[in-house]
């Protein structure tokens, strides 16, 4: 019997757009037993996926040290199949000590690019796919273990509404007719303006909104303020409850952000507000990517640094309110 390890540690976003490929291997091997290794803060996200058989959690406050000897213990599942979907220091350890002594294990790794990087974001020398689809980047190396990623895979995800999340959507007056907004990101030059956000609730009084954020979100009240249709939920949800809400919304606009990677996996109709970041982009034939070409982007792996173009953030600028009422009215009508 086929026994797989996946090893993807963190971070959310790159964990959801890896969990295609454990669908993928699930759907070619459907006896085979897939484990997967997790940082602690991120176990929650695996879990409702039923492709997944055991997850094996890492806490980082341990140590290295603590981390190795788990490494050491899972050489006792006799693994036939190793995915090092990270690569980076631990997994590399990991991968190190897994194999010790087990020539017959299959091993394969995703490869970070990291030269094709540097030269992208040094010298404008784009090597990599545009746009870079990051959950095709991870089911990629699969075909060296003969899988087939041709056909997108179902997502596997059960995700009902836990009683939390239903007592906020009764007290709300909400049903499933709704669209999801994602207006925060972890950094700033990801986000689509203020106003934007604004105008396009003006364009879109016929539909209903639930807004999704962190705590520390303040600018979602700004963007809910005077609007009937509009539900701010920033701050009120938990990732968990977050995947839950994101599935029963009839749509998502979003943009690069931990909201944008779970509507993609679940194949939910979604509207990527993509601007100045290279990696993020969504793969399922339900995503459909709003963007504005110029010559600075893509300028940052992950919205850090600063905007170089004499309009500040032209890329997110330039998408319009219009443009995207426009695409909600097709996509989530």
Request: proline share 5%; with cysteine.
């Amino acid at each position: 019997m086929k026994k797989v390890l996946i090893i993807r540690l963190s971070s959310l976003g790159d964990i959801l757009q890896c969990l295609p490929a454990a669908d993928l291997i699930k759907q070619e091997w459907p006896d085979c037993q897939l484990h997967w290794c997790v940082k602690k803060d991120f176990a929650s996200s695996l879990k409702p996926c039923s492709s997944i058989n055991q997850i094996h959690i890492y806490d980082k406050n341990t140590g290295l040290w603590n981390f190795m000897k788990m490494s050491w213990k899972l050489r006792q599942e006799n693994y036939t199949h190793i995915y090092d979907a990270h690569s980076n220091l631990r997994s590399h350890l990991a991968s190190i000590i897994l194999r010790l002594s087990r020539s017959r294990t299959q091993f394969i790794r995703r490869s970070k690019q990291r030269i094709q990087r540097w030269l992208l974001f040094q010298f404008r020398i784009s090597l990599l796919p545009q746009p870079f689809r990051g959950a095709e980047s991870f089911v990629t190396p699969l075909k060296k273990w003969k899988i087939s990623i041709d056909k997108w895979p179902s997502p596997s995800a059960t995700l009902n509404l836990s009683d939390s999340t239903k007592n906020i959507l009764f007290e709300k007056h909400l049903v499933d007719d709704f669209v999801l907004l994602a207006p925060s990101a972890a950094w700033e030059l990801k986000r689509w303006p203020i106003e934007h956000w604004k105008k396009l609730l003006s364009l879109q009084s016929a539909n209903r909104f639930v807004i999704v954020g962190g705590p520390h979100d303040d600018f979602c009240q700004e963007i809910a303020s005077n609007n009937k249709n509009v539900v701010n939920l920033s701050g009120k949800l938990n990732w968990d409850e977050t995947f839950e809400l994101v599935n029963y919304a009839k749509g998502i606009v979003s943009g690069d952000t931990g909201v944008l990677h779970m509507a993609d996996y679940l194949h939910k109709p979604t509207l990527a507000l993509m601007g100045p970041t290279a990696f993020g982009f969504p793969s399922s034939p339900n995503s459909q990517i709003l963007e504005v070409q110029l010559k600075c982007r893509p300028c940052t792996k992950d919205g850090r640094g600063r905007c170089h173009n004499s309009v500040y953030k032209k890329c997110m600028m330039d998408i319009t309110p219009e443009l995207v009422s426009e695409k909600i009215n097709e996509a989530m009508a």
